[in-house]
């Protein structure tokens, strides 16, 4: 399997603009997790999916921020408009039926917002 | 609130063990994964307690008690690709909660 996929694997854009990130999760997973990653704030829980349903969404910074995972195979993260505090690594994880015990995680998308 | 302490960084030498400790303070606590991240990479999950008690993975051993809110992972015969972040994340509901990370250099 090749595990989790995102793209793009950097994004450098401008204020305002609308950044969409995309994650493919482990085939056969149930579960999907957006992340995100910062020196100041550390790895937090955007979102999670299972089986395609939004379970949680409180992490979620603003309305600015969308998810949706319209099958099993493919889940987007937009934001817009994006402001520069958006900078990040942003990290989609799949897992299986055990939720949230093992989770593994894609290579992540580094954001820049200039 | 829910919130996870573990030491920002650690030091240790190639072939010592070492302990990095994590309390946690969570609702809804159901049990406590640990994770590894390289500089640049992604995290990689290492270790699961559930139960209270010592769960060994090779090099690697993790270990939760309950009644005092805490857990560890023991990394033994420490090699240099050893360096780099540890964190502990707890289980509630469906979801991690992650602590900061503990950043460990392991010098020759």
């Known amino acids: 399997d090749a595990g989790v996929i995102q793209s793009p694997r950097h994004e450098v854009t401008e204020m305002g603009q609308e950044v969409t990130l995309r994650c493919k999760p482990i085939s056969g997973h149930d579960y999907l997790f957006w992340y995100r990653q910062t020196m100041m704030r550390g790895l937090e829980l955007l979102i999670y999916f299972n089986n395609n349903v939004p379970i949680d969404d409180s992490g979620m910074p603003e309305d600015r921020f969308s998810a949706k995972m319209p099958n099993a195979s493919f889940s987007t993260l937009k934001i817009q408009p994006s402001e520069p505090r958006d900078s990040a690594v942003y990290f989609c994880?799949?897992?299986?039926?055990?939720?949230?015990?093992?989770?593994?995680f894609g290579p992540g998308t580094r954001l820049t917002v200039l | 609130g829910q919130s996870l302490e573990q030491p920002s960084e650690v030091t240790a030498v190639e072939g010592a063990i070492v302990q990095i400790n994590c309390t946690y303070q969570t609702s809804g606590f159901y049990g406590l994964s640990w994770y590894q991240q390289h500089d640049g990479g992604a995290p990689t999950f290492l270790s699961y307690n559930g139960l209270d008690g010592l769960e060994e993975t090779g090099r690697f051993s993790s270990f939760l008690s309950r009644s005092d809110s805490y857990g560890y992972l023991l990394l033994q015969e420490l090699q240099m690709k050893d360096s780099a972040s540890y964190f502990c994340a707890a289980i509630q509901g469906g979801k991690l909660i992650f602590g900061q990370g503990t950043e460990l250099s392991v010098k020759p």
């Open positions: 994880a799949s897992s299986g039926g055990q939720g949230a015990i093992e989770q593994f």
